[in-house]
């Protein structure tokens, strides 16, 4: 059945749906829920904690007035428990009418995510729920109303055996106890109970994972002969030296693998992993020495400009003492200075091209290319880094680099077709940052603290969510942040303010004041979150923490200490358990793997890797020995004498991956 023929779906649905990349039923069938919410049971009010989704029952007792506050309009009520005395408060955002819906002494059950005002727990804007039971909760597409959603893909069900015949062998599923696809699939979307959810979200994350890393070596194995580079010992010694600080042994040790990876025919296809502030850039501009002393271009691509500009202000001092020229290429730049760089680039004059996804445009040309490395690797998608391939006469030499620290198993799902490095150390010097939870009512506290940090040459940071408010949720947003603590709390010290979307040179200029310490505070979204080194930056406060992931705050918090500072940072949220690990430890591999095991798989994930993202059931997935598995399923196929089971996961990566692929041999 085409999508246009499903009830309830007419022309602007239809567009919205295609929008969203859902071209058709077996899409649909496919755009899994990120999350259930758990009506089966109420919590018990004394249970409750800040961060928390919970479905609660109780009988209201007070209904207040419309208030407006900030030019939104309040409604707040109290609903008691059951049986006892315990309250929670009832926040209604920019729903005046709940006022006159809500009764005094009617019984509700509510669902929605418990915060703290004025130290008492509340619920903003909760849900009322009608039924019991597990309800799917699904990414929001634009034009699409989530019910209408939920309705379109019931009917959709009923085509799901033309849509998804079964594609893993019997045998293996019985090895690795898993149910029939299909079963799971009506499971995921709408479960019977939580047990018969588990067992359908294994199957689909098993079998997700499972293509995905078959794909990586299908994708791997596909690499033929590449450029070898004949680089020489006394060229890394010679790099080192010239350095003005001492190279740690991690560093050293990862170069020495590089540099043996490149004196091979084979194709160097590496991943270098490690912490904030572990010294990866220096490293990657070694790589760049040890290319172009051999006669070799590299190119090194980061995600934004910002630490495109970043790299090229440190290559221009690294590697223009070795005599090796570099520039820079970005989409932001004025026509001449593009046709510049552009001729240039194909003149191999410029041996080191930094840039963004500018380096991708089909206007560049490159002169001897030997060398590939991209910054910030999750930020980036299979199809970028082969279209950067493609441009090099022979198959380049490949370098991939990420500060998201992720544990092993992950790495073998998503750098499955990479070696990997691992720099586990930090230069000397380097004190660990002091992190600590801030509530509410300590906020004036930590003010007092930061403007005398300020006073004394310090500057900070102040992180937040948003960066418009949004009327259904109490949290901050970087614009009103920006005009309330400029006219409030922080009105004595200079202030800045950058976001993602805004315009180029008004961020980069911020950015540019902040590190030339003229702004004090720099108020801004995540856009900071990676390539922004200000080493005289002590202080990091994030507000309402809770609403990020671990992994997350521990990028953010990789913005301060990086120099010899004592630096701090400020989660601004109630004290939970989550958060308290960000106390415990400054090891991003350990935060990292705590996020793993608590928030699942699909946290760690964070983008896409090619499309929409392979492995959405991995977003459902709290189970990290699952990738272990899946890992050894593949090795234990592709291994066997019985080809059987290797040629149908060879069958199922077509179909799911045929765009990448399409070029590939299976072999």
């Keep these: 059945m085409e999508l246009s023929e499903l009830p309830g779906i007419g022309a602007k649905r239809l567009s919205a749906l295609q929008k969203a990349g859902i071209l058709s039923t077996r899409d649909l069938l496919n755009y899994l829920p990120y999350a259930y919410k758990d009506t089966t049971e109420s919590a018990a009010f004394c249970e409750l904690e800040p961060s928390q989704d919970a479905c609660v029952e109780g009988v209201i007792t007070h209904v207040g007035k419309v208030s407006s506050f900030s030019g939104k309009t309040q409604v707040r009520a109290t609903l008691k428990e059951l049986s006892?005395?315990?309250?929670?408060?009832?926040?209604y955002i920019n729903q005046p009418w709940i006022a006159k819906q809500l009764t005094i002494g009617e019984r509700l059950l509510l669902y929605g995510r418990i915060s703290v005002r004025q130290g008492k727990l509340c619920m903003y804007c909760p849900e009322h729920v009608r039924t019991r039971g597990l309800i799917p909760k699904y990414r929001r597409i634009p034009g699409i109303q989530s019910q209408v959603l939920l309705n379109i893909i019931q009917v959709s069900l009923k085509e799901l055996d033309s849509c998804f015949p079964e594609n893993l062998p019997e045998k293996l599923r019985m090895r690795w106890q898993l149910c029939e696809r299909n079963f799971a699939l009506r499971q995921i979307h709408f479960p019977d109970s939580r047990s018969s959810l588990q067992i359908a979200i294994r199957r689909v994350t098993f079998e997700q994972t499972l293509l995905f890393q078959a794909a990586a070596a299908v994708f791997r194995g596909s690499n033929g002969k590449g450029i070898r580079i004949d680089c020489r010992p006394e060229w890394r010694e010679e790099y080192w030296d010239t350095l003005s600080f001492k190279a740690t042994d991690a560093q050293k040790r990862v170069l020495c693998e590089i540099s043996a990876d490149l004196r091979t025919e084979k194709p160097m296809a590496r991943l270098v992993q490690g912490d904030v502030g572990c010294g990866k850039t220096a490293v990657a501009f070694g790589a760049i020495v040890l290319a172009a002393k051999a006669g070799w271009q590299s190119v090194l691509m980061a995600p934004t400009e910002i630490l495109a500009q970043q790299h090229y202000e440190t290559a221009k001092t690294v590697l223009t003492a070795m005599g090796i020229e570099c520039g820079l290429l970005t989409g932001n730049m004025k026509a001449s200075e593009k046709k510049a760089a552009l001729s240039k680039i194909a003149s191999g004059e410029w041996k080191a091209v930094i840039g963004t996804h500018a380096l991708l445009s089909s206007a560049v040309r490159y002169a001897g290319l030997g060398l590939i490395i991209t910054d910030e690797q999750h930020r980036f998608g299979v199809r970028q880094r082969k279209a950067l391939e493609d441009k090099a006469e022979l198959q380049p030499n490949v370098l991939v680099m990420s500060a998201t620290p992720i544990p092993r198993t992950m790495s073998m799902v998503l750098y499955g077709d990479l070696d990997i490095s691992v720099i586990d150390e930090i230069p000397a010097g380097r004190q660990p940052v002091i992190t600590r939870i801030v509530p509410e009512q300590k906020r004036e506290d930590m003010y007092r603290f930061l403007i005398r940090e300020v006073k004394n040459g310090k500057q900070?940071?102040?992180?937040?969510?948003?960066?418009?408010?949004n009327e259904n949720q109490e949290c901050k947003s970087a614009q009103e942040e920006?005009?309330?603590?400029?006219?409030g709390a922080l009105k004595t010290i200079r202030l800045g303010l950058v976001w993602g979307s805004q315009n180029d040179d008004e961020k980069q200029t911020a950015i540019t004041k902040?590190?030339?310490g003229e702004t004090d505070v720099l108020i801004a979204t995540t856009v900071i979150e990676v390539g922004v080194n200000v080493p005289n930056a002590t202080i990091m406060i994030v507000e309402n923490a809770d609403r990020f992931g671990l992994a997350q705050l521990h990028q953010l918090r990789g913005r301060v200490g990086r120099g010899s500072l004592q630096s701090w940072c400020f989660l601004m949220a109630e004290p939970n358990e989550r958060l308290r690990e960000m106390i415990k430890t400054n090891d991003g591999f350990r935060i990292a793997q705590a996020d793993l095991e608590q928030r699942g798989p699909g946290e760690l994930l964070g983008t896409r890797q090619h499309g929409r993202s392979p492995l959405p059931a991995l977003?459902?997935?709290?189970?990290?020995?699952l990738l272990a598995e899946t890992a050894s399923c593949l090795k234990e196929i592709m291994h066997s004498e019985?080809?059987?089971?290797?040629?149908?996961?060879?069958?199922?990566?077509?179909?799911?991956y045929s765009e990448i692929l399409r070029t590939t041999a299976m072999n």
């Design 460 to 469: 900070a940071y102040i992180v937040c969510p948003l960066v418009e408010e």
């Design 84 to 91: 006892g005395d315990r309250k929670l408060e009832l926040v």
């Design 619 to 625: 977003a459902l997935s709290n189970d990290g020995k």
């Design 482 to 487: 920006y005009a309330a603590l400029a006219m």
């Design 514 to 516: 902040f590190k030339d």
């Design 642 to 656: 019985d080809r059987g089971e290797w040629i149908a996961i060879q069958k199922a990566v077509r179909e799911v």
